[in-house]
């Protein structure tokens, strides 16, 4: 049973383009959304995260929106650049448990 | 710069084989997991481990087990490699509180092909 459904699996955008990821999960006891970033031959790097007591955070080009009634969560890179080119993950906590991670967007920004 | 370092990036063993997969993290974290990465599946938890000699199956523990005899130091056991075991392993670690205290630092991976 997959507690957190990632959505598209891939992703072609052009440079300057706005490309949107789509999370959505079932537990209501997580707490904690975070998004990963991993390029080739690396491992995932935290790229930002929210709480539930928010609808919106920043962090540069980066947005993570949250509807909490919905159970769901996106991921939104703004003015997106071919260096953005990257595999994306999802993923939910709660309390103390472990990350429970989406199955991964793998997006292309061309030039 | 703190890391997360995986003891092997590739490794071909043989079925059947025990395979041991070592990560050691210089940050003083508490939290250390253990995820194998499909396509198309993501990042699927084995283990994790909150302390010393303490740990908690993940989703996905059949066919592993782990050890954690130093606070730094998480391995990744699999008793009899099989086939389907053919994946990417990663191994994370974290401040205690969990995710929630600057997330999961990742190590870069090992490539296992079980032939």
């Known amino acids: 049973q997959q507690q957190v459904k990632q959505s598209p699996q891939s992703l072609i955008v052009q440079k300057g383009g706005i490309p949107i990821i789509n999370c959505a999960y079932e537990n209501t006891a997580f707490d904690y959304f975070p998004w990963y970033q991993q390029f080739p031959g690396k491992g995932p790097a935290l790229l930002i995260a929210?709480?539930?007591?928010?609808s919106e955070k920043k962090e540069g080009r980066f947005t993570i929106s949250f509807n909490k009634s919905a159970k769901q969560f996106s991921l939104h890179i703004m003015d997106s650049q071919p260096g953005d080119s990257a595999t994306y993950f999802c993923a939910a906590s709660g309390g103390r448990r472990a990350l429970t991670f989406g199955s991964g967007t793998r997006l292309q920004v061309q030039p | 710069d703190v890391k997360v370092t995986q003891s092997s990036r590739y490794l071909v063993k043989r079925t059947g084989e025990k395979v041991f997969l070592e990560c050691v993290q210089d940050m003083d974290h508490e939290n250390m997991f253990w995820y194998r990465q499909d396509p198309g599946l993501g990042l699927r938890l084995i283990y994790f481990s909150y302390d010393v000699k303490m740990k908690e199956k993940g989703d996905i523990p059949e066919g592993y087990s782990v050890s954690r005899e130093k606070k730094e130091r998480f391995s990744l056991i699999l008793e009899s490699a099989s086939t389907n075991q053919t994946s990417m392993y990663l191994c994370?670690?974290?401040?205690?509180?969990?995710?929630?205290?600057?997330?999961?630092?990742f190590g870069s991976g090992t490539r296992l092909t079980v032939v």
């Open positions: 994370a670690s974290s401040l205690w509180g969990g995710a929630g205290a600057g997330g999961y630092t």
């Open positions: 929210i709480r539930p007591d928010v």
